[in-house]
C-alpha cells in the first residue's frame, strides 16, 4: 500500500504558458502533500506544503502566484506551474502524508521543460 | 535555519564492501531523522527512520542507522552491499516544531555505486 501518483510524469511547454501538475495517494487519504522540486545533480527542496481545504503554505523564496497548489480533496493536490518560463525547468515531486507528519510517501516526480 | 549535510557525495564500492553514509544536522531542538533510497528511474522510498527511543534503528533491505545526539549525527551503514544497491541515498531531518511538522530538510544526496 500507500503509493502515490504523479501525472504527467514528464510535459514540455512554451514559455509563458501554464502547466498542471496532479499528485493523487491511490490508498490512503492525506491531508497533507508537500511539493518538492529537484534540479539535476542536487537535493530535494520543499516549496510548499498543501493542506486539504485551505490554502497551502509556502516556503521562503517560493512565489505563490506562480506555484499554485490546490489541495481539493483528500487524495488530490495540484500544482500550477502559471506563466512557465525556461528556469522553472525542473523535477517537480510530491509526497504524501498518511500519519500526520510520520510517513511521508514520494510520487515518482515529473520532469518540466520549458522551451 | 537547520541544514543537513552529507559528506561524500559519491561513494564507489565493491560488493560486500561495508558501507556507511555520513548525516550531519543543525538543529538543537528534537528532531525526526530519516534516510530515504532513490533507486534509478523510481521514486524515493523510506529505508528507515528515527523519532525516539533507540538510537540504533534498523531499515529495509539490511540498513540500519545510528542517531547520535551530542554529534547530530545520523549515519547510514550496511555491512555487505549488494549490486542492487546502486541509488542515490538522502539524508533528511524534520524540526519538531509547530510549523514544521512534516516538512523535511533533505541533504545534497549521496551517489552509491557497487561495482559486481
Known amino acids: 500500500g500507500a503509493v502515490v501518483s504523479q501525472h504527467p510524469s514528464r510535459v514540455i511547454c512554451k514559455s509563458g504558458t501554464s502547466v498542471k501538475i496532479e499528485c493523487r495517494s491511490l490508498?490512503?487519504?492525506?491531508?497533507?502533500m508537500f511539493w518538492y522540486r529537484q534540479f539535476p545533480k542536487q537535493s530535494l527542496m520543499l516549496m510548499a506544503t498543501?493542506?486539504?481545504?485551505?490554502?497551502?503554505?509556502?516556503e521562503q523564496g517560493v512565489e505563490k502566484d506562480k506555484f499554485l497548489i490546490n489541495h481539493a480533496s483528500l487524495t488530490l493536490s495540484t500544482l500550477t506551474v502559471t506563466s512557465a518560463h525556461p528556469e522553472d525547468s525542473s523535477f517537480y515531486i510530491c509526497?504524501?502524508?498518511?500519519?500526520?507528519?510520520?510517513?511521508?510517501?514520494f510520487g515518482p516526480g515529473t520532469r518540466l521543460t520549458v522551451t | 535555519a537547520q541544514s543537513v549535510s552529507q559528506h561524500n557525495h559519491h561513494v564507489i564500492l565493491s560488493e560486500a564492501a561495508s558501507l556507511e553514509l555520513g548525516c550531519n544536522y543543525s538543529?538543537?531542538?528534537?528532531?525526526?531523522l530519516f534516510w530515504y533510497v532513490q533507486y534509478p528511474g523510481q521514486h524515493l522510498q523510506l529505508l528507515l527512520k528515527?523519532?525516539?527511543?533507540?538510537?540504533l534503528v534498523k531499515g529495509i533491505k539490511g540498513f540500519e542507522a545510528e542517531f547520535i545526539k551530542s554529534k547530530f549525527s545520523f549515519n547510514l551503514r550496511k555491512p555487505s552491499v549488494q549490486w542492487s544497491d546502486t541509488a542515490e541515498y538522502f539524508c533528511?531531518?524534520?524540526?519538531?516544531?509547530?510549523?514544521?511538522?512534516?516538512?523535511?530538510?533533505f541533504g545534497a544526496g549521496t551517489q552509491v555505486v557497487v561495482t559486481p
Open positions: 533528511a531531518v524534520n524540526a519538531q516544531t509547530t510549523d514544521s511538522w512534516g516538512k523535511l530538510q
Open positions: 490508498d490512503f487519504q492525506a491531508t497533507t
Open positions: 538543529y538543537g531542538g528534537t528532531v525526526n
Open positions: 509526497s504524501a502524508d498518511r500519519r500526520q507528519g510520520y510517513e511521508q510517501y
Open positions: 498543501s493542506n486539504e481545504g485551505s490554502k497551502a503554505t509556502y
Open positions: 528515527y523519532f525516539s527511543g533507540d538510537p
